[in-house]
Nanobody, 127 residues
Framework: QVQLVESGGGLVQAGGSLRLSCAVS????????IGWFRQAPGKEREEVSC????????YYSDSVKGRFTISRDNANNTGYLQMNSLKPEDTALYYC????????????????????WGQGTQVTVSS
């Protein structure tokens, strides 16, 4: 059974930092792309950042570019999202997801490509 479990969310003041983790079991992460997505109340889910299997493909949405850093630790089957300079508009439920290797680069952060999803971790940024 494939499981993705996010952790590291919480309440932080604007300008602060959080590091999200995504612990994966049931699949070997070496062969999967990792994506981070978020959904704020009343808004549609949006892509945040995604990373390919060989790290040569990395995507950041314009809203987080320069502030967030995605990474992966295949040895520990874990993905990470380092979030710095957080803003109130970053408040959302953050999900990690996994997609099989072989995605075309322009599809790297397309939610429909992701087979496995976690339950999400809440990030709240106060002003």
């Amino acid at each position: 059974q494939v499981q993705l479990v996010e952790s590291g969310g919480g309440l932080v003041q604007a300008g602060g930092s959080l590091r999200l983790s995504c612990a994966v079991s049931g699949i070997t992460l070496d062969y999967y792309n990792i994506g981070w997505f978020r959904q704020a109340p009343g808004k549609e889910r949006e892509e945040v950042s995604c990373i390919g299997t060989t790290d040569d493909g990395i995507y950041y949405s314009d809203s987080v570019k320069g502030r967030f850093t995605i990474s992966r630790d295949n040895a520990n089957n874990t993905g990470y999202l380092q979030m710095n300079s957080l803003k109130p508009e970053d408040t959302a439920l953050y999900y990690c997801a996994a997609a099989p290797q072989g995605l075309l680069l322009f599809r790297l952060c397309t939610p429909d490509e992701y087979n496995y999803w976690g339950q999400g971790t809440q990030v709240t940024v106060s002003s």
